[in-house]
């Protein structure tokens, strides 16, 4: 029976590794768009879905049943 020589696996496992390496990095080059090629006036900071909220407290959304509660309370 003959020998393995897991010197020269080593090695081959090695040089695949590396280039399985390589391909990736060549991959994800390709996909990143640069900076510059990006239009320059596109508005990231515009959404149209949050457009209209207004940062701070919020009024709350029972607060018309609240005050119909206390009107009914204080007519009798």
Same mark, same amino acid.
């Given at each position: 029976?003959? @020998? ?5 696996? @080593? +090695?081959?496992? &090695? ?6 390496? +390589?391909? @990736?990095?060549? +991959?994800?080059?390709? @996909? ?32 018309? *049943?609240?005050?119909? *509660?206390?009107? &009914?309370?204080?007519?009798?």
């Amino acid at each position: 029976m003959a @020998k393995s020589r897991p010197t020269i696996m @080593k +090695r081959q496992r &090695e040089l695949a590794r590396a280039e399985k390496r +390589r391909d @990736k990095a060549a +991959r994800q080059n390709v @996909k990143k768009p640069d900076a510059s090629d990006r239009p320059e006036d596109a508005d990231d900071d515009y959404d149209p879905d949050i457009a209209h909220i207004v940062p701070g407290p919020q009024p709350l959304p029972w607060a018309d *049943e609240l005050e119909d *509660e206390e009107d &009914e309370e204080n007519d009798d």
